[in-house]
């Protein structure tokens, strides 16, 4: 189905002004800058599994669109919130301070979180 697939990191902007601003330490930003990002996304009907590896550390988030979900963010913190499913193509999501936006285009995947007026694009192909 649609988004099932994996992906492999292509490009990122604002990486670091959007880590920072997250609150996550400069020693992982350094590390995590440079590092191979992989997403696996497995899409049943309404429910996903997404699982993003990068480096060593793997984060893994499942849910159903439009039902509660407690989704683990890039700090490791836990939120419960809601995706939501625009179009055929489009998962929307907000997690506390973050705009989070996953757009199909093809066989593009472009993640583009944003906080403030920092906006992180992080743009994957499938693989």
């Known amino acids: 189905m649609g988004f099932t697939g994996k992906y492999e990191l292509e490009s990122q902007t604002n990486f670091e002004p959007f880590m920072k601003a997250i609150g996550l330490p400069d020693d992982l930003i350094q590390k995590g800058k440079d590092a191979k990002s992989i997403a696996e996304i497995e899409q049943n009907n309404k429910t996903f599994k997404v699982t993003v590896t990068t480096g060593s550390k793997v984060l893994t988030n499942e849910f159903t669109v439009g039902e509660e979900a407690e989704i683990e963010t890039l700090t490791g913190e836990k939120v419960k919130t809601v995706v939501?499913?625009?179009?055929?193509?489009?998962?929307?999501?907000?997690?506390?301070?973050?705009?989070?936006?996953?757009?199909?285009?093809?066989?593009?995947?472009?993640?583009?979180?944003?906080?403030?007026?920092?906006?992180?694009?992080?743009?994957?192909?499938?693989?």
């Open 84 to 127: 939501h499913l625009e179009g055929d193509n489009k998962l929307v999501v907000n997690l506390k301070t973050v705009k989070s936006v996953t757009e199909l285009s093809g066989d593009t995947l472009i993640s583009t979180m944003t906080i403030g007026d920092i906006v992180f694009k992080r743009i994957s192909k499938r693989v």
